[in-house]
């Protein structure tokens, strides 16, 4: 058995991957690097009537976002490979068989349109301990007929055989104890007619054979724990069994339920890590990535949805994440989803990010409104003044699109109403004041200096700054926002500062 710690990530490539299915890979990957140990991503695809295009893919590519990089994969490779599900089929039948010969599985030769009449007949019907023996199978036929039917290749599933009367415990790492009433579970399917194992044969046989130590899976698949209990008792023994961790839900703001892609498309945020089309209706779902969260902010947020390290801390790089990551710190209880709070986990990751990096991430949503950079140095520059204001990626674009070009529009309408002849003079004035300073270079055109100068010329004017500020600035940027106005006026430089005050009086005289 191998004494390092190995874990794994087993999604079924069905579509988007929801936040939950995200945080489950994070916590995986944390508990794994916190004990150097081993990060799989396996493909469970055996189900091929759920297979969707794309989806495989989907997944790496959001991991490779996040950088929450495979140790084994199938892209990554590894040598318990194959790890895609589907490329294993002929691994899992000797292990159905061993089942059969145990007496702890059994075939059922049951038509679909037979199971479809039972269910018609009585309501939630269950393959299990109460109906199994009118039902078509190896252990309520003769067995001479089970013999014949097999030789006929007579098409068939195995089903494993629940036991009666067994409560089935384990200790689950963030629950504690938990049983089951064996009674309450069905003879769910093994191996399909078609030779594919179903995800219950196919994921203890995986766990076994890639000798994974720990399992971490969503609450969701807590009702599928006994059969994997069972299944690794009477294949592998307790003993060798992973330590099981079932992650709790992540709600809905409200607190009521599991939240759900609808909730996000009704509440107007995403639920998925990154856009995803699905290929059979061509629904698109928006996903953070291109809501403009960055992949760090990302992780640390989705960090922060049922862990914490004891202390206020909040922001975590993800070289943090791992040193303090422990499953003893995971709640029990779900976490509740709130979106402001997400954009602020972005906003504080904007604010620390360097801005020569940030500038990357920023230009193509600047390129997307046609807004034209000449220089980056500038941009980099643009991006410093800024950040501090922008929660996501594409408010950039509305917070500095005025260093790059005077304002589509112009707010006239706020300044129009304290307007007078007084402030008309000023601004004259100052267009005058700009165009020696220009001319003469008397003036260094740093914000301080700007500033102090423009105060000069208030006073001297009798106005008071404070009142001249806020048309000052809609000036320049065109409504009530943006950074310090001497630190625009001075990126923008003075010749451009004169043209936007000109256009803006002209307006106003025209009021
Ligand atoms: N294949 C399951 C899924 O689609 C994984 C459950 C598990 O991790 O055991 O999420």
Redesign the pocket.
């Known amino acids: 058995m191998n004494s390092k710690v190995r874990v794994?990530?087993?999604?079924?490539p069905t579509g988007g991957l929801h936040l939950g299915?995200v945080r489950t890979v994070l916590f995986n990957y944390l508990f794994a690097k916190h004990h150097n140990g081993d990060f799989i991503l396996r493909i469970?695809d055996t189900d091929q009537s759920r297979f969707v295009p794309g989806a495989e893919q989907y997944i790496l590519d959001t991991l490779a976002w996040c950088g929450l990089t495979p140790d084994e994969s199938p892209i990554h490779g590894g040598k318990y490979g194959p790890y895609r599900q589907s490329e294993r089929k002929a691994i899992y039948k000797k292990y159905a068989d061993t089942l059969i010969a145990q007496g702890n599985a059994y075939y059922a030769f049951d038509t679909a349109a037979e199971l479809e009449e039972k269910r018609k007949i009585i309501p939630n019907f269950q393959y299990s301990r109460a109906h199994r023996m009118e039902m078509k199978n190896s252990l309520s036929l003769p067995e001479n007929e089970v013999v014949e039917l097999l030789k006929k290749q007579t098409p068939h599933v195995v089903r494993i055989k629940i036991p009666d009367n067994e409560t089935i415990v384990f200790t689950d790492e963030i629950r504690g104890s938990v049983s089951f009433d064996a009674e309450a579970v069905d003879d769910k399917v093994l191996l399909k007619a078609d030779g594919m194992p179903t995800?219950h044969l196919a994921?203890v046989v995986d766990d076994h054979l890639m000798e994974i130590t720990h399992?971490f899976?969503?609450e969701e698949?807590l009702p599928s724990a006994p059969v994997h209990i069972l299944l690794w008792k009477y294949l592998f023994g307790l003993d060798k069994m992973p330590k099981w961790a079932h992650l709790p839900l992540i709600l809905k703001p409200d607190g009521n339920g599991k939240l759900s892609k609808r909730d996000g498309d009704r509440l107007g945020f995403p639920v998925f890590a990154m856009d995803w089309t699905d290929p059979n209706t061509n629904e698109k779902t928006i996903g953070f990535k291109e809501r403009g969260f960055i992949p760090e902010a990302f992780v640390n947020l989705l960090a922060m949805l049922g862990w914490n390290d004891g202390t206020d801390k909040e922001i975590f790089t993800l070289d943090e994440l791992i040193a303090g990551f422990s499953l003893d710190r995971v709640h029990k209880g779900g976490a509740k989803f709130d979106y402001e709070k997400a954009k602020w986990f972005n906003q504080e990751w904007i604010k620390r990010m360097d801005n020569e990096a940030l500038a990357l991430l920023v230009k193509p949503y600047l390129d997307a409104s046609n807004i034209i950079v000449h220089e980056h140095d500038y941009l980099i520059k643009v991006i410093g003044l800024v950040k501090e204001r922008c929660h996501l990626l594409p408010d950039f674009v509305l917070q500095s699109s005025f260093f790059f070009g005077a304002p589509n529009s112009i707010d006239t309408a706020a300044i129009a109403p304290k307007w007078d002849t007084q402030k008309q003079a000023f601004f004259e004035a100052l267009i005058v004041a700009y165009n020696d300073i220009i001319n003469k270079g008397i003036l260094t055109q740093d914000p301080i200096s700007l500033e102090l100068h423009f105060k000069e010329l208030t006073s001297a004017h009798e106005l008071k700054s404070g009142e001249l500020m806020l048309p000052f600035r809609i000036m320049l940027v065109g409504g009530k926002f943006g950074p310090g106005v001497f630190d625009i006026a001075s990126a923008i430089e003075l010749k451009d500062t004169i043209t936007r005050i000109q256009f803006c009086l002209q307006i106003l005289s025209t009021k």
Not at 8 to 12: E, I, K, N, V
């Open positions: 794994r990530f087993a999604p079924s299915g469970e995800y994921v399992a899976r969503g698949w």
